[in-house]
């Protein structure tokens, strides 16, 4: 593929929808309330904040810059800009993470299914708190149900991969992202407005800085690298597919508020629902799934017909936030077998679905009838999660920063920032002093940290 017939995205607002549709996915609706839970409220939202603007930002545009200046998939992307050089890694490290990361993701992103299932089907009505702990573990331990709806995620996902730039991934990112902002806020209003919310909205409003230690702030970062689709290849395969025309900064700008509004929206919508019927919101990963069905019944229990449509409207919201996740980290796969192997994109999605398929059905497994095979102690869906998210995610971030801020010719990132001079970036020189010294510092305490080396 040449730069003349290479895909492009067709509009300006398909260029911020689909890049924010990389960025939001179950790390906000899912991972972020958890942490927020874990870490005191507000005074961790700040952090995150500052985090997400102060080092998230810049490795993004670094991303972008990549990926348009090549304007080639992830891996080829490095080979272009550092030919003869180990650089290469970098890529094709990213294009591994992307494929491992959604054949375990999709696991998470069925269960949502089967919970959009149960909720239209009244399912969570009349549970006790213990019946939903059993029904989640009796669920996910289950070795065909979960497959079938992995499959079935995997499979709508390949459906609009196939469709191409614009008209698969940039059509679908103009539906679902208003489809997850409208949904977003009438579950907002329907949460705040119930009794006892005002404690749950006092959470996330009001910093308690006496919770506030080193780990707090490790934990932001981390989760304003995971929650932004960093060092994954998906920003940087949606770049080579940006004009010459679009503001690379200004974009990331506009990604990131997306990002940070829908993750403390979410916020929003959990925590003044749970401290209305006295559930501490500390509840961990489990929160979304064991936690918040009984949340909704109880919070509703007046009004059944509401707990019914909130249940509904929430799950399809976890769906839609998954899917738009989904088909960026397959976009990065598929861009790599489309143009390296010369594959149809047809076949190139077609082997990437099968293989997801084939590798998600072992991590869901590794949940129920395989769990005592493990490697290094861990079994499939917790290596492939440990491995990714703990390793090569931190890794591939330091990696970009330090491409981009020491590596790259400052003439190849003064162009793109700038658009060749005619734009005036005056975080330009901001910009580059965080990737060449404060994110390589960062990201490195995150990576250590992770590891559980820094204590």
């Known amino acids: 593929m040449t730069k003349n017939d290479r895909a ?15 960025a939001v996915g179950l790390g906000n609706i899912w991972r972020f309330p958890y942490e927020t839970g874990n870490h005191g409220g507000a005074a961790f939202i700040i952090i995150y904040l500052g985090c997400i603007f102060l080092l998230g930002l810049p490795i993004m545009v670094s991303e972008f810059l990549i990926g348009r200046h090549s304007r080639a998939n992830t891996a080829r992307a490095y080979q272009k800009l550092a030919p003869g050089t180990h650089w290469r890694w970098v890529g094709r490290m990213g294009v591994l993470a992307g494929f491992l990361i959604l054949s375990y993701y999709s696991v998470v992103a069925g269960w949502t299914l089967e919970y959009i299932f149960e909720a239209l089907t009244n399912g969570f009505s009349g549970k006790t708190p213990d019946e939903f702990i059993s029904s989640f573990q009796t669920f996910s331990s ?69 919770k506030v230690d080193g780990n707090v702030f490790l934990s932001a970062m981390g989760q304003a690298f995971f929650s932004l689709s960093l060092g994954m290849g998906c920003l940087c395969t949606y770049a080579s597919y940006f004009s010459k025309k679009t503001n690379l900064t200004k974009t990331a700008f506009s990604v990131g508020i997306i990002d940070t509004i829908v993750a403390v929206l979410a916020g929003f919508i959990i925590f003044p629902a749970a401290f209305s019927v006295g559930i501490q919101p500390d509840a961990g990963p489990s929160l979304i799934f064991i936690t918040l069905p009984n949340v909704f019944q109880q919070a509703f229990s007046g009004v059944p017909l509401l707990a019914y449509i909130f249940s509904v409207m929430f799950y399809v919201l976890l769906a839609v936030a998954a899917l738009t996740s989904t088909i960026s980290l397959h976009e990065v796969v598929t861009a790599y077998l489309h143009e390296e192997f010369k594959f149809t994109r047809h076949r190139a999605a077609l082997f990437v679905t099968g293989g997801c398929i084939f590798l998600g059905i072992l991590c869901s497994l590794s949940l129920g009838v395989t769990k005592g095979i493990t490697i290094f102690g861990l079994g499939m869906f917790d290596l492939f999660d440990f491995v990714t998210a703990k390793i090569m995610l931190p890794l591939g971030g330091l990696c970009i920063s330090i491409f981009t801020g020491w590596y790259l010719d400052k003439k190849i990132v003064w162009s793109e920032i700038t658009n060749d001079g005619t734009l005036k970036v005056p975080v330009y020189k901001l910009i580059i002093f965080i990737l060449k010294y404060i994110a390589p510092i960062a990201i490195s305490c995150i990576f250590i940290n992770e590891l559980g080396l820094l204590k």
């Open 142 to 210: 289950n070795p065909w149900r979960p497959a079938i709806w992995l499959i079935l995620f995997l499979l709508g996902t390949h459906f609009i991969i196939v469709k191409g730039v614009e008209k698969g991934i940039e059509k679908s990112s103009k539906i679902m992202m208003p489809m997850l902002f409208i949904i977003i806020l009438i579950l907002v209003v329907c949460s705040v407005s119930l009794p006892g919310a005002s404690r749950g909205i006092e959470f996330l409003l009001k910093p308690d800085f006496s």
């Open 8 to 22: 492009n995205f067709g509009t300006k607002l398909g260029v911020i929808l689909a890049s924010a549709g990389s």
